[in-house]
Nanobody, 122 residues
């Protein structure tokens, strides 16, 4: 069982920066991959960035070059550094984790946080 709690969201102006954190507790030693997702009102949830136990990272095209996913004390805290924020980045940002390698490879995550709101004004 993995429990995730996000923090760091807020309201910023276009071009600003925010750093999101995701604190993982429980069976964190089992985590094979983690990721950040976001959901805007009226839109489907979309993947933003992922990290796996081998240190590989992936990014959505819309955030490449602006967002960076990283970990501190692997599998305990996941970060998302967001720079050059745009109004279209406004969403609820959720952290996710998965303990099974095959699910990580399939992009399926079993543990989710409650999310932290990011609002970017123009």
């Amino acid at each position: 069982q993995v429990h995730l709690v996000e923090s760091g969201g807020g309201s910023v102006q276009s071009g600003g920066s925010l750093r999101l954190s995701c604190a993982a507790t429980g069976d964190t030693y089992k985590i094979d991959c983690m990721g950040w997702f976001r959901q805007a009102p009226g839109k489907e949830r979309e993947g933003v960035a992922t990290w796996d136990e081998n240190g590989r990272t992936t990014y959505a095209d819309s955030v490449k070059g602006r967002f960076t996913i990283s970990t501190d004390n692997p599998r305990n805290t996941l970060y998302l550094q967001m720079n050059s924020l745009k109004p279209e980045d406004t969403a609820l940002y959720l952290c996710a984790a998965e303990v099974k390698t095959q699910n990580c490879r399939a992009g399926r995550f079993g543990s989710w946080g409650q999310g932290t709101q990011v609002t970017v004004s123009s």
